[in-house]
């Protein structure tokens, strides 16, 4: 696996791990999904834009700033729809910032767990 494959499958899996109500280890599942978009050609800021953006809106849905209500989201596939229906000419720097810093949730569960990079 090249280092830039290695450096966006673990960008993606650790962003992904962070956010609330997710598992604290990824699957194998997980893995392929990321490295689907990665296959694909889906920038990198656009996959990180996609989960924090799904974040904010169910953080905003629920009521809650930590995600303690919510259901768990158990794969990485949870946010493909939302990476489908985003429009690339549509996304705003400032908002993409906005975003970025809206979803600055502390998972202290999770902290200090490293996904390890399974080979496939």
Not at 9 to 34: C, F, G, H, K
Not at 55 to 73: A, F, V, W
Not at 81 to 101: E, F
């Amino acid at each position: 696996m090249n280092a830039d494959r290695r450096r966006y499958l673990r960008t993606v899996i650790d962003l992904y791990l962070e956010q609330p109500q997710t598992p604290a280890t990824a699957r194998r599942a997980d893995w392929a999904i990321a490295a689907g978009f990665y296959q694909q050609g889906t920038p990198l800021d656009l996959v990180l834009h996609t989960i924090r953006l799904t974040t904010l809106r169910r953080l905003r849905r629920s009521g809650d700033s930590d995600g303690s209500t919510l259901e768990p989201i158990h794969s990485l596939a949870y946010y493909r729809s939302v990476l489908a229906a985003l429009p690339l000419d549509a996304l705003d720097p400032g908002y993409i910032a906005y975003v970025a810093h809206a979803c600055l949730v502390p998972r202290p569960e999770k902290r200090g767990l490293a996904a390890k990079t399974p080979r496939f």
